[in-house]
Every structure is written in C-alpha cells, then in structure tokens.
C-alpha cells in the first residue's frame, strides 16, 4: 500500500477527531471511511480508485470549510491537510507509471 | 492514543511483506517490484512533506508572497494560518526519516546494497513518521 492510500485511509481518523464536528458531517465522515476500507481491502489501489477515495474526501473537506461552526485555525489546518494529501496522491499517479530516482533528493530540516 | 494506535497499524499495513500479493507488470525504469515500491513510497512521502515544509517555511517567514524551500522558489497560501511551533519537531522527524530511506532506496536501486531488510524497515518508519506529521498538522 503506498504510503498515499494510507495518508488517504488516515483521513476519517484526523477528521472525527476535530472538537466540535457536527453529528450529520462526523456520520459522512464515517461512511466515507468505511468506503475506503472496503476499497483498500479489495486489494484495488490503483489510480482510479485513489482518485475516487480522494475525491470523496474533497467532497467532506468542503462541507466542513463550510460549517460555520468549526473555528478557523481548525479550517486552515483542514486546508493544509488537504494540499498534504493531494500533493501524495497526485505524486503517486506519476510514480506508479515510472521510476526515476534521480528526481529523488534528501530535503533539509527546518 | 487511539489516534497515534490507528496512525502504527494503518503504517504497519504498508510494510512490503504484509502487502496483497498481485500480479503486476514491471514499472519502467525499476530493477524490480521492492524497487519500484520504495521510489513510489519515497514520492508520495516527499511530495506530503514538502507540502508541510512549505506551510512551515511561510509561516516562519510571516508569510512573504514566496519562499526558496530546498532550491525552489514557491508561493506561498497567505490565508494557511500560522504553522504551530510544537509540530515542528514532527515535521524534522519525517524529514529525518525520508532521508534515511531516499539513501537506502539509491544504494538498492545502484546495486551497492542489497539489504532489503533495512530498505523495508526504513520505507516502513517513513510511513509512521510521515502519518504522524499529518495527523498532528491537520488535527487541529
């Protein structure tokens, strides 16, 4: 399982956790996530249906972006959260199709 | 805790030897399947932690129009939120990580190691520790 799938799979687990979640958006969150278990059980990880889990998770992000309720600082963090994942998920599409290590390089800590 | 818990067993799941076993053709420019394993773990993680890194290097920098993160110059979200100091040490926890794979990773795929069990191993921690980072980062 790329590393992608499991930041993908990862997702309903950071987004229950958020204080104050509405009930009806906690139930989407959970459906979603029992979705993407059953993708990742069958095994099928290939870049439609990552692209599928992802795209669900879009759809759950963006209802909570705007649910007037949560507090920005937990929005921005959502947002960055997102631009995380996509940028995996979208890396992952390329990296299935070829290899090239010499666009690998080690990154500098901070 | 029980975050951190699913986070390790979701992590332990990407380990190549507990992965389904499929029948797949070769990946262009790989040697062979754990080959093109590492570079796509390697890929994924890279591009989820300079995702991070650029939100932390903005953030340091109070949020200039752009930033130079590892050579590249790239724009950064004004309305992102500062980038909590706490997190930080996860984020050089990844990085750390990525670095210590991405090094095993180029040794197999050179042929100067053969040590399949330390690329494994190395692949397997990135995926904690890159879990880690996001799970802190995004739940807020």
Redesign the interface.
């Known amino acids: 399982m790329p590393i992608a799938i499991l930041l993908a799979n990862l997702l309903p687990t950071i987004l229950s956790n958020i204080p104050g979640l509405p009930a009806t958006l906690l139930k989407i969150i959970q459906d979603v996530g029992a979705s993407v278990a059953a993708i990742l059980a069958s095994g099928v990880t290939s870049a439609p249906s990552v692209n599928t889990v992802l795209a669900a998770w879009l759809g759950v992000i963006t209802s909570l972006r705007n649910d007037p309720s949560l507090p920005a600082g937990t929005l921005a963090a959502i947002a960055q959260l997102e631009k995380a994942v996509q940028a995996a998920l979208t890396e992952d599409a390329v990296a299935a199709k070829q290899v090239d290590w010499t666009l690998l390089k080690p990154i500098q800590t901070v | 805790m029980k975050?951190m818990m699913?986070?390790t067993l979701?992590?332990l799941?990407?380990m190549p030897g507990c992965?389904?076993k499929?029948v797949t053709a070769p990946?262009?420019?790989?040697i062979n399947t754990l080959?093109?394993?590492a570079?796509?773990?390697?890929?994924?993680?890279?591009?989820?932690?300079?995702?991070?890194?650029l939100?932390?290097?903005c953030s340091?920098a109070s949020f200039p129009p752009t930033v130079v993160v590892?050579g590249n110059s790239q724009v950064c979200?004004p309305?992102?939120?500062s980038f909590p100091d706490a997190d930080?040490e996860y984020?050089?926890t990844a990085?750390?990580s990525?670095?210590v794979a991405?090094?095993a990773?180029?040794a197999y795929?050179?042929g100067a190691s053969n040590d399949t069990t330390a690329l494994s191993a190395a692949l397997t921690q990135?995926?904690v520790d890159?879990?880690n980072l996001?799970?802190r980062?995004?739940?807020?």
Do not use: C, M
Request: glycine share 10%; aromatic share 6%.
């Open positions: 975050k699913v986070v979701l992590a799941a990407v992965a389904r499929t990946v262009p420019g790989s080959d093109a394993y570079f796509r773990t390697l890929a994924d993680a890279s591009a989820a932690i300079s995702s991070v890194k939100w932390q290097q340091a590892d979200d309305k992102a939120g930080k984020l050089n990085i750390r990525y670095n991405e090094s990773g180029q795929h050179a990135l995926g890159v879990a996001l799970s980062t995004g739940g807020k």
